[in-house]
């Protein structure tokens, strides 16, 4: 039992983080009407990969009110070349998980769940601060024409950027595979005493 859930478990943790990196939403930028509804982006390992501008979802209301989006004000987040990193460093891993020899899987896919784990912080860390600035300029607009309400541009941004399940489903796949790969190398490391 131990041996094939040794076979099976990082291949099929590195499977499951690509097909959430691609399908899930990483992160969104968003707006909530209080009482009306919410307006946004949502970005997924796809849009990061390929570049692809998000379709904007909003709710009948907040087109009424707002006025409908227009596609070209979507952002663009910037880290395609940071995505492609995240779905090689899985896919290696996805190989790494067949190889043969029990010590080279245990120990190339805990080094790569943990690269893997690292390329997708820095992803959206990066992602992040490309989208703030690309919204900072619409959020000092939207501070200038409400003098009354004291508007901070950098909260009104902050508020916008939203880090989203996948995201955090990716890493707690990734961080599984790393310690379920390092306890199996300490454990055998300790039985060989």
Known sequence: MKALLSRVASPAGFGLTLVLFFLLPFLSVSCDVPDVGRSGLDYTGTHLV???????????????????????????????????????????????????????????????????????????????SNLRSALLPQARQIAADSPRERLDPDSLVAQALHVELGFWLVVGVLALVLLFNAGTVFLSRRAAR
Request: charged share 15%.
């Open 50 to 128: 390929t570049g692809a501008k998000p379709d904007w979802v909003s709710t009948p209301e907040v087109d009424d009110l707002l006025g409908p989006p227009n596609p070209n004000d979507v952002p663009d987040a910037g880290v395609e070349v940071l995505a492609v990193i995240i779905v090689v460093l899985a896919a290696a891993g996805l190989v790494a998980g067949l190889l043969p020899r029990v010590r080279a899987r245990m120990y190339g896919s805990a080094a790569l769940a943990a690269a893997t784990l690292a390329a997708a912080v820095v992803t959206l860390v990066v992602a992040r």
